[in-house]
């Protein structure tokens, strides 16, 4: 009987004992001929240095394969860039709601404090905010937007913000029911306004002003409308209209004007809504009146958002979404900032309050450039 042999490999040792007669190989390597009716022996040591072996044969074969036939292997190895930075730059759809899973390494495209310190610091400011012109204490600012933009639940919002608490206000009506002029002084339930007033009116549909006109509009910022006045659809105000304002003074007129969209909607708005916009905006203008926009439910169209609305001036989903804003308006993302109102909340969050301050603070800026615009001999002759 033959003697053992033993075959020797740099990562491994194994002792090769043939029991049967065998068919002698050409090959260097063992073949399936070669190794029948054989027995292997293998010690601890020798197994784990085999799989170390078998795991560099494998990944050399797959380096090879990826240089040759990169078609083979995941789009991150296509790509050759390590795979948690790829799935971590993937965006996911989930439910209609686009997710941005890298945002918390993202700086904001718009500088933001978060902190309680900048919430107390822009609730004083506007609850500190006076108008630099005699007789004036408050500016006064008209919503305008399509129904169900998020007018009214901004007004509400905003007080929620100022109570400590998510309050709800009364809508301003309905088409068929008529809709009325309501102007909100903003501040707490205990009695504290501020200098900000928002006049909420009846929402634009389909792209057209459905029971509200273009005079109708350009009348309330004028300051033609008295407070509380009820529109009726197919009734345009008018000099006869009972309530009729001829001579209205710097403090009855609007000072500012805020387009309220929805992200939501912003793709699928009537071409006729923009058009509406582009006139509303040329005839504002020419009044002398500064407009914004809010871009509301922001928190819907990005889904980190809507778990921290902190990551709003991180999403590229919202910063897209402004741009598209802008163009349906007419105006630059400069004058666009975007909101979440409170909805289903019971209680505020800081994140969410400063956000609706920010936007409140914003309206001011350009409410206090019309005072600042308007000289008080020439006022007068301009909004008759």
């Known amino acids: 009987m033959s003697e053992p042999f033993e075959l020797r490999k740099p990562s491994f040792n194994f002792v090769y004992n043939p029991t049967t007669t065998t068919t002698t190989s050409t090959s260097s390597r063992p073949t399936a001929t070669a190794i029948t009716g054989t027995s292997f022996s293998f010690g601890q040591a020798a197994f784990s240095s085999c799989a170390s072996t078998s795991s560099n044969t494998l990944e050399t074969e797959k380096n090879s394969a990826e240089e040759t036939n990169t078609f083979l292997f995941p ?77 009214s639940s901004f007004v509400s919002s905003v007080h929620s913000v100022f109570n400590g608490r998510v309050t709800n206000r009364a809508m301003v009506g309905s088409y068929t029911s008529g809709f009325t002029k309501k102007s909100f002084n903003i501040g707490s339930e205990r009695g504290e306004p501020t200098g900000l007033v928002l006049c909420d009116l009846m929402g634009l549909r389909d792209g057209q002003m459905t029971g509200l006109s273009l005079h109708d509009i350009l009348s309330v910022i004028k300051g033609h409308v008295p407070d509380g006045h009820k529109f009726h659809p197919h009734q345009p105000f008018d000099t006869q209209t009972v309530g009729y304002v001829k001579r209205p003074s710097l403090k009855d007129r609007i000072h500012c004007v805020a387009f309220v969209v929805d992200a939501t909607k912003i793709l699928s708005y009537p071409q006729g809504l923009r058009q509406t916009f582009h006139q509303l905006r040329k005839y504002i203008s020419d009044l002398g009146v500064h407009q914004v926009a809010l871009l509301t439910h922001v928190d819907r169209i990005c889904q980190e958002t809507n778990e921290d609305v ?18 349906l308006l007419g105006m630059s993302t400069s004058y666009i900032v975007p909101v979440k109102n409170y909805s289903s909340e ?21 409410a206090h450039l019309y005072f600042q615009d308007s000289a008080p001999e020439d006022s007068c002759a301009k909004m008759i």
């Open 75 to 151: 789009e991150w190895v296509k790509l050759k860039t390590p795979r948690a930075k790829f799935k971590a730059e993937q965006t996911k759809t989930q439910g209609g709601v686009q997710k941005n899973l890298h945002l918390k390494e993202k700086s904001q495209w718009r500088k933001m404090e978060w902190t309680e310190e900048r919430k107390i610091n822009l609730m004083k400011s506007i609850k500190s905010y006076s108008p630099d012109r005699e007789g004036v204490n408050q500016a006064r600012v008209l919503l305008l937007g399509p129904v169900s933009s998020g007018k």
């Open 310 to 327: 902190s990551h709003v001036y991180k999403s590229k989903i919202v910063g897209s979404m402004m741009e598209k804003a802008g163009a």
């Open 346 to 366: 019971l209680e505020v969050d800081l994140s969410t309050d400063v956000l609706l301050l920010t936007a409140a603070d914003h309206i001011l800026q350009y």
